[in-house]
């Protein structure tokens, strides 16, 4: 079991380039979701996706879109990247309200650090 | 709206000691509450996780204890070790929600 895997590990943009960040699990989870960690901020919730074909906004939705078209990846996109969106983003998964017993636990993945200058 | 809250922010200890961190949180209608260590430049990785109509989960020599009624949970570290030195942080599942709810953390250093 790899868990939760995340492409890239790093990445440094030009203001106004785009880019696709790339979570995959191979835990079969229904709920994905993607994060942002800055100093002082602590995490954000960006977008989630409760299953297949399924996304919703998070907290910091503005400037990001997502897409989950397999069940097991969850895409994230900056299409015109900005200085303010220099962070670390982290993705995560979880098991469904269907299995009660570990429904909601959620596992992390290693983080991609994203640069704009 | 649920707020979590972890306190103290920072916590430096000598090796050897037992610490107790702190998370609190506001609605006390949860499903679960979590707690992760986080390593500098690293992800998080799950430590526990206690459900609702759970009081206690213990691994090795942490053990995580949830009072719902006073929104209140507390990791306690036996015998600390330089290398439980990280940021633990703790979330909480509100209840009917697919969103859990962050703390800010605490960054613990254990010193030799």
């Known amino acids: 079991n790899a868990g939760v895997t995340q492409t890239p590990k790093f990445r440094v943009l030009k203001t106004g380039q785009s880019m696709t960040l790339l979570c995959a699990q191979d835990?079969?989870?229904?709920?994905m979701y993607w994060y942002r960690q800055d100093p002082g901020m602590g995490l954000r919730l960006i977008h989630y996706s409760v299953g297949e074909g399924t996304t919703a906004k998070g907290e910091v939705p503005d400037g990001y879109n997502v897409s989950r078209l397999k069940k097991q990846n969850f895409l994230l996109g900056l299409e015109s990247a900005a200085p303010s969106q220099t962070s670390v983003y982290f993705c995560?998964?979880?098991?469904?309200?269907?299995?009660?017993?570990?429904?909601?636990?959620?596992?992390f993945g290693p983080g991609t650090r994203l640069t704009v200058t | 709206k649920q707020e979590v809250t972890q306190i103290p922010a920072a916590l430096s200890v000598p090796e050897g000691e037992n610490l107790v961190l702190n998370c609190s949180f506001t609605d006390s209608a949860i499903y679960n509450l979590q707690w992760f260590r986080q390593d500098p430049g690293k992800g998080l990785t799950s430590l526990l996780l206690i459900q609702s109509s759970q009081r206690e989960q213990t691994s090795g020599r942490l053990n995580a204890s949830l009072d719902k009624s006073s929104g209140r949970s507390t990791l306690y570290i036996a015998a600390s070790q330089p290398g439980d030195s990280a940021t633990y942080l703790c979330?909480?599942?509100?209840?009917?929600?697919?969103?859990?709810?962050f703390g800010r953390g605490t960054s613990l250093i254990v010193h030799p």
């Open positions: 979330a909480v599942q509100p209840g009917g929600s697919y969103i859990p709810t």
């Open positions: 835990m079969n989870h229904e709920y």
């Open positions: 995560a998964s979880s098991y469904g309200a269907q299995d009660r017993k570990y429904s909601y636990e959620q596992y």
